[in-house]
């Protein structure tokens, strides 16, 4: 795979690659930084019945879940019921939408 968007690395460091997005068209992007990976989520997420938009959280940042999830609420109107305190375990499996 190619270096994507949002992924950063250098011959001595790679980054921690935190989130994956995925489009119908087959295009795939990993990022390493929250922020990006975040505002992409924001931005894609609600034409995601078009451009088949589909994200994976990577990381056990409990933060950086919280936060996805907190715009995936969002999107429908709804706040997220889980505190970050429930975020503090690491998740079961990878959590993606």
Do not use: W
């Amino acid at each position: 795979m190619n270096m994507k968007a949002g992924q950063e690395s250098t011959c001595d460091q790679r980054k921690e690659v935190i989130g994956r997005v995925t489009f119908a068209n087959g295009e795939a992007f990993e990022y390493t930084d929250p922020g990006k990976f975040l505002k992409v989520i924001q931005e894609e997420l609600p034409y995601h019945p078009t451009s088949g938009f589909r994200y994976e959280v990577l990381t056990n940042d409990p933060q950086i879940r919280k936060s996805a999830d907190d715009i995936l609420y969002d999107l429908h109107g709804e706040e997220n019921p889980r505190t970050l305190e429930d975020y503090q375990k690491p998740p079961a499996m990878f959590m993606t939408m």
